[in-house]
């Protein structure tokens, strides 16, 4: 089975612009969730998508924002990118059952904003 | 809310030596326990994981015992080798009222010298 996919691997950006990453997960996974990962920071949850709803948010600014389509792919979008925002995104896709969330990385996005 | 600690890096070791890396939770529910490892410009993979009290976690030659008494999770290893270098996630997931939301430590960087 092909694992979780990211695009792209790597993104410049500016102040200001937006930008908008892509994850595939693994096939008949139908939960995506986002991450950001940064060294201060560590691993910080975005949010979660399940079933095209988002089903968790963590604690985030409203300019960072996602949506899930019907084949289960995710998208993130950034608006108004801040210094701050430069991180390894990660999408993680998962097959809820009964006994935790075991989570499918992908490579991640590297984000830099300058 | 839910957190979880773990010991401060970085950690190294000679190959051949004993590995530990102490984790605790705090978890409101009752959660699942994970150990991810994340190698240079990779994503997270999933190590070992326990899903109820006294489970034990185990991949390759790495364990874990789910501890509810003491809230921990160590992570051991009797033999490290030079390709067990990399970083060292701890992580819990609440299915019942966080779904798809992973909490994680801050990791401990391991290096394994010959």
């Known amino acids: 089975k092909a694992g979780v996919t990211q695009t792209p691997r790597y993104l410049i950006k500016t102040r200001g612009q937006q930008v908008t990453l892509s994850c595939s997960p693994i096939s008949g996974h139908r939960s995506v969730s986002w991450y950001q990962q940064t060294p201060g920071q560590g691993l910080q949850f975005l949010f979660e998508y399940f079933s095209e709803t988002q089903r968790n948010k963590g604690n985030f600014p409203g300019r960072f924002s996602g949506r899930q389509f019907s084949n289960s792919r995710s998208e993130m979008n950034v608006s108004t990118l801040e210094l701050g925002d430069s991180a390894l995104y990660l999408c993680a896709s998962s097959l809820p059952r009964g006994g935790g969330y075991e989570q499918y990385f992908g490579p991640g996005t590297r984000l830099t904003v300058t | 809310g839910d957190s979880v600690t773990q010991m401060e890096g970085p950690v190294t070791l000679s190959e051949e030596a004993f590995l530990t890396i102490n984790c605790t939770y705090t978890?409101?529910?009752?959660?699942?326990l994970f150990w991810y490892v994340q190698y240079p410009g990779e994503g997270l993979q999933l190590l070992l994981k326990?899903?109820?009290?006294?489970d034990k976690g185990s991949n390759k030659g790495f364990e874990a015992t789910y501890r509810k008494e003491t809230t921990s999770f160590h992570l051991e290893k009797g033999s490290v080798q030079v390709s067990d270098s990399a970083v060292y996630f701890c992580a819990l997931s609440d299915s019942n009222t966080n779904a798809g939301k992973s909490t994680f430590g801050d990791g401990t960087t391991l290096t394994v010298k010959p």
């Open positions: 978890a409101t529910g009752y959660p699942s």
């Open positions: 326990a899903t109820k009290a006294d």
